[in-house]
């Protein structure tokens, strides 16, 4: 089916409106048409005699036909969807002639042995007659419907993007502001503490970390190189705290360097490992960050803090998330062998 509604003008085809008009026209005409031909007073006379059992089983099948067509040419559609324009017109077309045929075939069936009267060869003619009428009115009514769904949802997209554009503009006013003050608070303090050597690493790695972090926020992947080089300034970081307590081991083969994953995902996965285990002289935390066929696997010997951990929960929900949004591929988490492993594809 045609989208009705473009993006730059919310207008009906023309052809839709030709259409409606058309059956209009040839609806109210249809009793003079008949009348032209003397067809109505052949009908009535031949018509069976009025009565309640007539009355309610010409209703029900009334009914029954006008909520079955609009159900197929409306909700029921969806189930073959995923099929080409031609295949679909073609399933749709064979399913309301079915339909047609089958409620006139039942109604002819059913109505001598509800009503006690058999309808006349004139009278069962007029009858497919009507119930194509009907078919038909409730084709077109079934397609106002779903363009009149269409343009619903399409006014809820774009409302919806409308939001996000607010909000996006209201975050990059935002991030005008702190990333010059950081910067500057930082260069100030780096400034004061210059004769500590110590200290001025620690500022220019945390100033180089606070820069890749803003600058991947506009990227949805980065390659390895620079994620290992990111990890690398925040691994000084947690080393400045630990010291020898904390050890990370990394060996990733050289021909995945250019491959691409979410950004921060290695460092996440370091920081789990670093708030959720005790980190001692007695037990020292040992990361083991390597590759093997075409994954990258982040260990470490699970030692369970007895210390409260201040933690959401959700960020390796969040990164499976981000994985599968990007790569299509989720990550593997498992605690087997008292060994905390996380697997990420990179094929």
């Known amino acids: 089916m045609k989208i009705l509604f473009t993006l730059g003008e919310r207008k009906i085809k023309h052809t839709v ?7 209009i026209a040839v609806l109210i005409n249809l009793p003079r048409t008949l009348s032209l031909f003397d067809i109505t007073k052949k009908l009535v006379d031949s018509f069976t005699e009025v009565s309640i059992r007539d009355i309610i089983v010409r209703f029900l099948f009334l009914f029954l036909m006008s909520l079955v067509s609009l159900e197929l040419n409306t909700n029921w559609k969806n189930i073959y969807a995923r099929y080409s324009t031609f295949l679909r017109t073609c399933i749709t ?3 309301n002639t079915i339909l047609f045929l089958g409620i006139v075939q039942l109604l002819v069936s059913i109505y001598p042995l509800v009503t006690g ?7 069962t003619g007029f009858m497919y007659f009507v119930y194509f009428v009907i078919l038909m009115i409730t084709i077109f009514i079934a397609r106002i419907l779903k363009y009149q769904m269409i343009h619903h949802e399409d006014l809820l997209e774009n409302e919806k993007l409308k939001q996000q554009n607010l909000q996006k503009e209201l975050t990059a006013l935002k991030n005008q502001i702190n990333p010059h003050f950081l910067f500057n608070s930082l260069n100030s303090l780096n400034s004061i503490v210059r004769d500590n050597k110590d200290a001025t690493t620690f500022i220019k790695e945390l100033s180089f970390m606070y820069r890749y972090i803003l600058q991947s926020g506009e990227r949805d992947v980065v390659s390895l190189q620079e994620e290992l080089k990111f990890l690398d300034s925040y ?4 080393k400045t705290r630990y010291r020898d307590r904390f050890a990370i ?5 050289d021909k995945y360097l250019q491959r691409e994953v979410p950004p921060l995902a290695l460092q996440l996965l370091v920081e789990n490992a670093v708030k959720h285990n005790e980190i001692s002289e007695k037990n020292p935390l040992q990361v083991s960050i390597y590759s093997k066929n075409e994954i990258i696997y982040v260990e470490n010997e699970i030692r369970q803090r007895t210390s409260f951990v201040d933690s959401t929960g959700n960020g390796l929900m969040n990164l499976d998330k981000r994985y599968f949004l990007l790569k299509k591929q989720h990550i593997s988490i498992s605690n087997k062998e008292n060994i905390f492993r996380v697997k990420l594809p990179i094929n």
Request: net charge negative; hydrophobic share 60%; proline share 0%.
């Open 17 to 23: 409106i030709l259409k409606i008009a058309l059956l």
């Open 93 to 95: 077309i064979v399913l």
């Open 117 to 123: 009267q058999k309808l006349s060869e004139s009278e």
């Open 235 to 238: 691994v000084h970081l947690v």
């Open 249 to 253: 081991n990394i060996a990733i083969d």
